[in-house]
Structure formats: C-alpha cells, structure tokens
C-alpha cells in the first residue's frame, strides 16, 4: 500500500476523525463562498515533535 500510515495502520486523517475537544478538534472553516465542517490532519511536528492533530501549519520556507 502507499501513502502514510502509523505502527496501528491508522492513516493520516483516521488519526484525527471525529475528535471534537480540544487542539485539532474539528471546527467550521471560513470561505469565501460558505463555512464548512472540517477536520484536522496528523502533523509530526506538532507538540514540540511530539506530533498531533493540527487544523493549520506555518509555512517555512
């Protein structure tokens, strides 16, 4: 299989589905044509590289 997934085979959005408290819970997002529900993603770098649900990342260039 590709793409990315952890030692207990949850893929990167698995990890974050359906969490509603706390930091990367799902909320609604602003767009130009409506708000919409959205939920986190697994960043590694999250949590000092502890990794964690995040629902936006800084840019680095």
Known sequence: ?????DSAGWENGDKCAWKNTGPGAA????????????????????????????MSQPIVK
């Open 27 to 54: 909320t609604n997002v602003n767009f130009s044509t409506g708000s919409f529900a959205m939920q986190s993603t697994w960043s590694n770098d999250a949590n000092n590289g502890q990794g964690g649900c995040e």
């Open 1 to 5: 299989m590709g793409g990315w997934s």
